[in-house]
């Protein structure tokens, strides 16, 4: 069975940085673009990141972009996301997601279909 | 960006009776490809958001088919047939036309 495992979440005081995991299994990690996705307490889904297979393709939301920084390791099917400068705004449930392929002539068209179950982050003095 | 819009924001239900909710895009969504790029996600209390339906009217694996998207260009729709109990949570539609995705604010789905 497919699997997404996130770590790394806790309390930080603003300005401080945290790294967040995610451990994948039950599927050809290397085969799938990743993303990380936030939901911050009282609000909706808030897409912040993705990477492509190779890590060739990286994006960022212009609210995270400069401090965040999203990584992945396909040898030990591990996504990761530095965070740095952190700020209360970033207070949040993370959760990352499994981009699948679906072929449409010569393109492909990526949707999320595998979630963890998020970890939490709280930016607070 | 563009910007996503949900309406409406809270839906009481009745079981067994059907529902509707709208998702409206700032910038169509059509591709040249003939295909609209939008999803649909369910997030049920105290779970991870799980998708429902893709580009626009693909329902996902294991979905149940009471669950059906339409639409397109930049006014779409996510229809249940009759609902069941357990499909309450907030509901999400998101555009991947344009990076970044954008999701809409989200319809809170209760029963009565």
């Known amino acids: 069975e497919v699997y997404l495992v996130e770590s790394g979440g806790g309390l930080v005081k603003p300005g401080g940085s945290l790294r967040l995991s995610c451990a994948a299994s039950g599927f050809t990690f290397g085969d799938h673009s990743m993303n990380w996705v936030r939901r911050a307490p009282g609000k909706g889904l808030e897409w912040i990141s993705s990477?492509?297979?190779?890590?060739?393709?990286?994006y960022y939301a212009d609210s995270v972009r400069g401090r965040f920084t999203i990584s992945r390791d396909n040898a030990r099917n591990s996504l990761s996301l530095q965070m740095d400068s952190l700020r209360a705004e970033d207070t949040a449930i993370y959760y990352c997601a499994r981009d699948r392929p679906y072929a449409i002539g010569t393109d492909y068209y990526f949707y999320m279909d595998v979630w963890g179950k998020g970890t939490t982050v709280t930016v607070s003095s | 960006d563009t910007v996503m819009t949900q309406s409406p924001l809270s839906l009481p239900v009745t079981p067994g009776e059907p529902a509707s909710i709208s998702c409206r895009s700032s910038?169509?969504?059509?591709?040249?490809?003939?295909?609209?790029?939008l999803d649909w996600f369910l997030q049920k209390p105290g779970e991870s958001p799980q998708l429902l339906i893709y580009l626009g009217s693909n329902r996902a694996s294991g979905v149940p088919d009471r669950f059906s998207g339409s639409g397109s260009g930049t006014d779409f729709t996510l229809k249940i047939s009759s609902v069941e109990a357990e499909d309450v949570g907030v509901y999400y539609c998101?555009?991947?036309?344009?990076?970044?995705?954008?999701f809409g604010g989200g319809t809170r789905v209760e029963i009565k």
């Open positions: 990477i492509s297979t190779r890590s060739s393709y990286i």
């Open positions: 910038q169509s969504l059509l591709h040249s490809n003939g295909h609209n790029y």
């Open positions: 998101m555009q991947a036309r344009q990076t970044p995705p954008t």
